[in-house]
């Protein structure tokens, strides 16, 4: 019953920016981290960032100056500024969160939104 879904993704030319958002939604308690990872063709999925509740932020030296994470935990969301956009920045982008819900029971689990596709190209 909780879901993650994404949106933003897009086509976008070389040093340009886009950003994603995602909304947690359910019978949400608490959100631990939330975060975006990402997986181009042929490679396995790698972490872009993460924040967790209190604000504290972890990032990939590849994204690292170009990429911003944030999150309102009033709307249960999370967003990634993406500035500066490079070809290797290409990628399907998927958040991602460690969630306590109920629904009958207690529920504490990392769920997966279905990702958006993220094309840096002129």
């Known amino acids: 019953q909780v879901q993650l879904v994404e949106s933003g993704g897009g086509l976008v030319q070389p040093g340009g920016s886009l950003r994603l958002s995602c909304a947690a939604s359910?019978?949400?308690?608490?959100?631990?981290?939330m975060g975006w990872y990402r997986q181009a063709p042929g490679k396995q999925r790698e972490l872009v960032a993460t924040?967790?509740?209190?604000?504290?932020?972890n990032y990939a030296d590849s994204v690292k100056g170009r990429f911003t994470i944030s999150r309102d935990n009033a709307k249960n969301t999370v967003s990634l500024q993406m500035n500066s956009l490079k070809p290797e920045d290409t990628a399907v982008y998927y958040c991602?969160?460690?969630?306590?819900?109920?629904?009958?029971?207690?529920?504490?689990?990392?769920?997966w939104g279905q990702g958006t596709q993220v094309t840096v190209s002129s």
């Open positions: 991602n969160a460690d969630i306590l819900s109920y629904s009958g029971r207690y529920n504490d689990m990392n769920y």
């Open positions: 359910g019978s949400i308690l608490r959100i631990s981290t």
């Open positions: 924040i967790q509740n209190a604000g504290s932020t």
